[in-house]
């Protein structure tokens, strides 16, 4: 299935790598310091699948005037044509917001082609944060200094009414009996008044799915900065600036949190993880001298209320998944062991250490 879908997507590229010959021009232009007069692309071989992004890093071998050469590119098929030209434009908007920020190696891929529904990237090398062998503290501190440049030093009021509305929405539709769901009610409706009190001036734009399968690492040996870091895809992104920036930073640690609790009833280690992130996040705010904790009126940060929530829409995402849970009893209990998890974060109010 897997050579099928790269087969379609050769042809798919051989069908149109004309219409961005100029990107491979300006590639060897570069590396040999000259244009070639003449280029061919000789062959075309799919490498490998960014994670779960359905991003393609693709190799395009090159022969020129100047010899035989290498380019890679980054290539993503969508649905629809009207998709892929939206996705366009909020990988625009996200190259744009990081810019300032290359110079701490934080980077984006830019479009260099798109026909139809096909988006065509600049090539990106290197690992996604699980695969990646930087040390665990660096992969979490570069994360959060990737999403702190996205999310910007901008001051501004989230709509916080949408958490209230996805709350009572997401309560109201899992599948649980009526005593757990009127304690997680109870439970969320005593959080809402303290952390929309405390989450005045913490808005900002939402990249809508961050997770580490969004998130490249290329270390380049001998350059500055040596560890440079792609936030990719950006497909769910959201450009008004009436979010929580919790939101995002919750998303990124929702399936740790739910793997690692499944497993010691603890939170332990992405306590330790979560404390790396909020240095590297922390570091791009700094430049501003501010900080996640001069962003909210009091010592009061509900990350565990966004963590929460995001569990609890989760459970609604894995509702009829039994190709994945095999039979209606583990799917139960998975839903109620993210609810426990729930009820745990909502009484430690503040992440615990």
Not at 10 to 22: A, H, N, P, R, T
């Amino acid at each position: 299935m897997q050579d099928e879908r790269n087969s379609r997507l050769q042809k798919v590229l051989m069908g149109i790598i004309e219409g961005f010959s100029d990107y491979f021009v300006s590639v060897l232009t570069k590396y040999h310091g000259r244009a070639p007069s003449k280029i061919e692309v000789s062959n075309i071989t799919v490498e490998k699948r960014l994670g779960a992004t359905g991003i393609h890093i693709v190799k395009v071998l090159l022969e020129s005037d100047l010899g035989s050469d290498e380019a890679s590119i980054a290539v993503k098929i969508y649905e629809e044509n009207s998709q892929a030209t939206t996705v366009v434009k909020k990988i625009n908007f996200l190259e744009k917001r990081i810019m300032p920020y290359k110079k701490l190696g934080i980077f984006s891929a830019s479009v260099i082609f798109f026909s139809g529904s096909v988006v065509i990237m600049e090539g990106i090398q290197g690992d996604d944060f699980r695969d990646s062998k930087i040390p665990k503290p660096q992969k979490y501190r570069y994360a959060g200094k990737c999403l702190s440049a996205f999310h910007s030093t901008s001051i501004t009021k989230p709509w916080f009414d949408k958490y209230k509305l996805l709350s009572n929405r997401s309560i109201e539709e899992i599948p649980v009996d009526d005593y757990t769901r009127q304690k997680i009610k109870e439970m969320f409706n005593s959080q809402i008044p303290m952390v929309e009190k405390n989450s005045i001036n913490s808005g900002s734009v939402s990249f809508g799915d961050f997770h580490p399968g969004n998130l490249i690492f290329d270390v380049k040996i001998g350059q500055k900065p040596m560890i440079q870091t792609y936030i990719i895809d950006p497909e769910f992104l959201d450009i008004n600036s009436e979010h929580d920036r919790l939101e995002d930073i919750a998303n990124f640690f929702t399936v740790e949190a739910v793997d690692q609790y499944r497993l010691d009833k603890s939170l332990s280690r992405l306590t330790t993880n979560m404390k790396s992130f909020l240095s590297g996040y922390n570091e791009i705010l700094a430049l501003e001298q501010l900080s996640l904790n001069s962003l909210y009126p009091s010592d009061y940060i509900p990350l565990n209320f966004h963590l929460a929530l995001m569990i609890l829409m989760s459970i609604l995402n894995i509702q009829g998944m039994l190709d994945i849970f095999d039979t209606e009893l583990a799917m139960a209990n998975e839903i109620s062991l993210r609810c426990e998890l729930i009820q745990k974060l909502l009484e430690w109010q503040t992440f615990p250490d």
